[in-house]
Each structure stands twice: as C-alpha cells, then as structure tokens.
C-alpha cells in the first residue's frame, strides 16, 4: 500500500500522539479506540492507512481492556456465540474493503458515527421486542457489528443498539463489546494481512502501545450506573 513510506516525521509523530491518547482514552473508559483514532488519521492520510495504522494497537488495547473488566466469564458464557456472527460479518467486510478500495470509506465512517451519537435522539435505546428475542435479534447486530468494524472499522453502534436493546447492565457492556471487538479486530487482521493491502515492513510500523491505565473502565462502570441508558459508556470502539 502506497502512503506509509511517504509520510513526513511531523505526520508519522501526529499519528503517533493520536495513538497515545486514544489508548489513554481506552484505558480510561475499557472503550473508544478506533473510534477516536481512525477519524483523526483518515483525516490526514486516507481510509486504508488509517485502518493499518490501527488495527495492531487496537488489538493490543482490546486485549488488555478484557483483562482488565469485571464480569468476563459471565459475558463469554452468555454471548459467546455473537463472536462467531462477528467473525463472519468482519471477514465479509474485510473483503469488501479489498475488492473496492476505491469506495468512500471515509464517508462511511462519518456516517457511522453520526448515526451513533443519535441513537438515544432515535429512540433506539430501548427495544421490548429486542428483549424477547434476544437471541434472532444477537445473530442480526452481531453481523452487522463485525461487517461496520472492517469497513468503517467501528462496531460500536450496531452492538450498542443491541446491548442496550436487551437491556444488558451498564457494568457488563464494556466486557461484552470488547469480545465481539476483538474477534472482529482479529478477523480484519487475518483477511487483510495476506491481502497485500501493506507489507510486514508496514505492518510492523504500527505502534503497538496498549492503553494507559488511567482509571480503569471502573470510571466508565460508575458513570453508566448513573445513567440507566448506558450511554456513560458509550464512547466507544
């Protein structure tokens, strides 16, 4: 992928301090990386280095965040099988965003995020008939969360919509979309490493600091209990 060799030193320390920051972010809050982060790369390079800039500390950062959240057994035995719908929906939208590198990815991504902060304006917090088909409904936003992370690389909204859908504890929807995330992340890896969308000089580029522990998603649990909705921890990945 051309792009990453030509970057200049003063972009490369840009990216670079938007990485530390959004990890510090995520270690703040269990939650937040690639959402912060992508936008604010794309917008000085392009969608494809952006995602390869990202994918590897957001892995990393995911990682420590499921380490480090309360409730992890309990949402691996009760959601388990989102992670699945997730892989295949990331493994489709990986190949997606090889076989149409041209498509306005960015644009994709703005829409995402605008979609995500109206969520509660369009009375998506809260679905009666989500709570009584959890599970048709898990196998749905499951999907979708996985094909939104390797093309817009965020699933956020799609898996908030349904956590919150299902009425799922403010405490347990970090853990909860932390799996689902780094399946996904997991799962876009895997298809675009082999792809030849960046070679394993670039790849190794990427930093792959994990987030600062600065305060834990303890904070985040503690705001979301404030607020019934969840959305104290919705800044998310």
Do not use: D, H
Request: hydrophobic fraction near 55%.
């Amino acid at each position: 992928m051309a792009g990453l060799e030509s970057l200049s030193p003063w972009l490369i320390a840009y990216v670079a301090l938007v990485i530390a920051v959004s990890g510090w972010i995520q270690g703040a809050l269990g939650l937040g990386f690639p959402m912060i982060a992508t936008p604010l790369i794309a917008a000085a390079t392009n969608m494809q280095v952006a995602v390869v800039m990202v994918l590897i500390p957001c892995i990393a950062t995911v990682i420590v965040s499921i380490l480090r959240s309360p409730g992890f057994a309990g949402i691996v035995q009760r959601f388990w099988w989102i992670s699945i719908v997730a892989l295949l929906g990331a493994a489709a939208g990986a190949k997606l965003f090889v076989l149409f590198p041209g498509f306005p990815y960015a644009l994709l991504l703005a829409g995402v995020i605008l979609f995500y902060l109206n969520l509660e304006r369009l009375g998506l917090s809260q679905w009666p008939l989500m709570r009584r088909n959890e599970k048709s409904f898990g196998l749905l936003f499951g999907f979708l969360g996985g094909l939104s992370e390797s093309t817009a690389n965020i699933a956020a909204p799609p898996l908030i919509i349904y956590y919150l859908g299902i009425g799922l504890q403010p405490l347990l929807l970090v853990p909860a979309m932390n799996i689902s995330f780094f399946v996904g992340k997991a799962t876009q890896f895997a298809t675009l490493a082999p792809s030849g969308i960046a070679t394993l000089e670039q790849w190794l580029l990427t930093p792959s600091w994990p987030p600062l522990p600065a305060g834990r998603a303890r904070r985040c649990a503690a705001a979301s209990t404030a607020r019934p909705t969840g959305s104290g921890c919705a800044a998310c990945c």
